[in-house]
């Protein structure tokens, strides 16, 4: 390798670094701009993400079907709804996959969800779920880090299957 092409070589890479460092600043600024309502839907597709990895291949909780774990078939079912306790939304124990009839179509199928709830986690604990009215309020930051956490266990989850 000749000295022209070495000094070519580093920098193309300086220039890389340099565009990496760039877009990093980027998303961070882009980050401060976002309002608190579009962080919580970003926290809200990973946490949802995750759920149908973490799900995939496990029957709907309520009904028993098969999951595959994909958007056009798994929905993530929350035991109790968003819009009804949204202090519970990112509970993992809240959030099961669950077939998109059962989810959407019988407004979560909530009987039969308690029943499956309690397969799973058992009656005790689904029986705290229930009466769970601690507020949580979560910061910027906060769903920022929640998303990047859940984005990132969700491609590790699909990466080992």
């Known amino acids: 390798m000749c ?3 070495q000094t070519r070589m580093k920098a193309a890479q300086k220039a890389a670094k340099a565009a990496r460092d760039d ?3 980027t998303r961070v600024k882009l980050d401060a701009l976002r309002t608190l309502p579009e962080l919580k839907a970003l926290a809200q597709k990973a946490f949802n993400g995750w759920i149908r990895a973490r799900d995939a291949g496990k029957p709907c909780i309520s009904c028993g ?3 595959d774990g994909t958007a056009n078939t798994t929905d993530c079912g929350h035991f109790r709804s968003v819009g009804s306790a949204p202090h519970m939304r990112y509970i993992e124990e809240n959030a099961a996959g669950q077939c ?3 989810n ?3 407004s ?3 009987v039969e969800y308690r029943k499956g709830l309690i397969e799973r ?3 005790e604990r689904v029986e705290e779920i229930e009466t769970d ?3 949580r309020k979560h910061s910027k930051q906060d769903l920022i880090d929640m998303a990047k956490h859940y984005n990132a266990e969700a491609k590790r989850l699909k990466a080992a299957k």
């Open 100 to 102: 998109k009839k059962c």
């Open 65 to 67: 079907k098969a999951l």
């Open 3 to 5: 000295a022209l092409e």
């Open 104 to 106: 959407r179509y019988l």
């Open 121 to 123: 986690i058992g009656l």
């Open 23 to 25: 877009r990093k600043a």
């Open 133 to 135: 009215q601690t507020l």
């Open 108 to 110: 979560g199928n909530v």
